[in-house]
């Protein structure tokens, strides 16, 4: 492999906008239910989108088109910046989407809420990434294969959670507590997991674009393409690897295009394919090529915020560990929930940023801090992300019920249950006892019946017969009595006997009641 093949550098960005929520002065808690501040919402991602996303990709779409597979990108989006740009501002999905198309660029997957749960809960981790996966597959046509946690944190653990869910590369700080004599510019691996590549930013040459470029007062200063690239050559004998990893805002949004952030940006490729040895890759590409020195053990968790590059930016006072451990109490109850809009609701509360409002540092970190934060103090920060996960956990609880709540539903369906069997096992009876008169029936013998009260309709049958048998039984009665007056009448000699005789037969066969004289 020629030494111009094995010398990298590796630009990635990252694009993350947090929904704002609304000061809790302005939702009536228990009630509304809507947390979110539209208009600031919409109003910021369209200023950032017209200074910083549509122009910077626009120009980066031309330098891959002039440069015809030889300059390449990496990017990570949140799923919290995707669902921003489905609302309000379409355009900038779609310019994306252009970049994705060129192959040129490499799009890294994240926890889909830009959150901290790598910090707690491994499960709830491992779903947003999956979340984030079927995100970038949706909307941009991408399966990642490389890693980005947010804001770059990562320790041991961490890495072998990633490698475990099949990643081949992850990227991270290059924090001088960690590396100690060793150099960021080379591919290290994870000492849990070997098998997942750890590519470490070069914080020096990443905050030289990112924050001082625009510093007046900066020795640097005007920072240009030649003298960036002269800076990166110096380096190229004892480097293998340049990580550069900014925030996509660093053009045009910290750094205005006035201040020519984005000439910066058209001229930086030809400069360093001219000047220097190195060649530029994304990380899938960086993991395939170039092999680790060694691994890299960062046993408690590294970030690319502030001078300690640790956690304290989120996780640093009592304030914003009092409000993470009360979200994620509510994880087992989010579990059990299905509401679609809790589960939505819950992704936007675990977003990093409610707790970066709420440092309480000084100095330089307190003042980049303060530039990102739309609340006037940590402590209203503090208070109406309170106000807001209390009123979260109102919702909650209607949806999952507590234990003693589950208990006592479970009894009522057992007696439901219990009066369902009853009712199934009595209508079989019946049918049964109706299908047996129907058998019986067909085969025309009336089943066996009980006696009972005769009905109307056979009281009336009955009635129509006996008057039906009332004429012939007058006849026969009125026979029988001429009869008798015949027989009752004297008569003379042999005839008179053999009358009385035949009478005496009639009386005798009709049994009349005549008596004789």
Known sequence: ???????????????????????????????????????LNESILQKVADKCYLPA?????????????KFKVAF??????????????????????????????????????????????RAQFEHQVEMHRRMLKDFLGVE?????????????????????????SMLTEGAKHVLGWKSPNFLYCNSVNPRLKVLLRNFVLSDDIAFRFSNKGWSAWPLTADKYATWLSKIAPRSELVNIFIDYETFGEHNWKETGIFDFLKHLPSAIMKKTPYKFMTPAEVAEELQPVSAISIP???????????????????????????????????????????????????????FY????????????????NPYDTPYDAFMNYMNVL?????????????????VQIAKLEAVIMAKD???ASKEAEIEGLVNKKRAASKRGRPAAVKKSQPSLKELAVKLAVSSLAKPEAAKRKSAAKTAVKKASKPASGANAKSTATRNRKTVTVKKPSAKKK
């Open 390 to 406: 209390s009123d979260f956990e109102i919702r909650l609880k209607k949806c999952s019920p507590t234990t003693d709540e589950q």
């Open 300 to 354: 408690s968790p590294v970030s690319w915020a502030d001078e300690e590059r640790d956690i304290t930016a989120w996780l640093g006072n009592e304030l914003q560990y009092a409000a993470f451990d009360k979200l994620y109490e509510l994880s087992e109850q989010v579990r059990k929930c299905d509401d679609e809009l809790i589960l939505k609701d819950w992704e936007y509360l675990q977003s990093s940023d409610h």
């Open 1 to 39: 492999m020629s030494e111009a093949a094995r010398k990298a550098i590796c630009f990635y960005f990252q694009v993350h906008q947090p929904f704002r929520l609304k000061r809790y002065r302005f939702f009536d808690l228990g009630h509304d239910h809507y947390y979110y501040d539209d208009y």
């Open 357 to 372: 409002y709420m440092a309480t540092k000084f100095f330089s970190d307190g003042a980049v801090h303060a530039y990102f």
């Open 57 to 69: 990709n626009a120009v980066l779409l031309d330098l891959i088109r002039k440069h015809k597979g």
């Open 421 to 423: 069997e009853i009712i």
């Open 76 to 121: 990570s989006l949140s799923g919290i910046v995707i669902n921003q740009f489905r609302l309000y501002a379409p355009e900038v999905l779609d310019s994306f989407r252009a970049l994705a198309e060129t192959g040129m660029v490499e799009f890294l997957a994240e926890t889909n809420s830009h959150s901290l749960s790598s910090l707690k809960n």
């Open 144 to 168: 990642p294969v490389s890693f980005r946690n947010t804001e770059l944190i990562y320790s041991d653990e961490i890495g072998s959670w990633v490698a475990d869910m099949g990643f081949k």
